[in-house]
């Protein structure tokens, strides 16, 4: 796989990312969409439901995002229960490992591996977006390399 195709994928694949943050946060405001996304809202206040049409129904704000991240275990656990707490739980541990991982895997064992020289010796930088990304796995790194003692000790 070439660099290059791999930031085309990312870009798309953030584009499709905020198509869709968009879409929820237009969709979860209609009225017909109550029942959906605010089940329980919708049979405590079954009575007040308005149908006036409003321009702020159809723009997006992402508001809604720092509300769902924003709840106690307490206020998750009453409004949603146990398994909600639990997989908020589950999600956070994940987030906390999966950037751990990464931060030591772009800071120290990217770097290692492309500068290894068993796959080519080429180290121009302006050459990255064509290489490949074989030259930053594991294979690139020399037989008997010191570069694990050296970092680490």
Known sequence: MIVSALFT?????LGLCFLFFTLYSI???QPKNVPVY???LFHERQSQQRDDFSLERL???PGWLK???QPSEDELLSDSGFDAVVFMRIFIFSLRVFTFAGIIGILVLLPINYLGNQLTADYDISHLPYK??????ISNVN???NWSTTIFH
Do not use: E, M, Q
């Open 27 to 29: 969709l979860r405001k």
């Open 143 to 145: 037989n008997g390399s």
């Open 132 to 137: 490949t990304l074989d030259s930053f796995s």
């Open 9 to 13: 994928s990312v870009g798309i694949n």
């Open 59 to 61: 723009l997006p704000s």
């Open 38 to 40: 605010a089940p329980r």
């Open 67 to 69: 509300r769902a991240w």
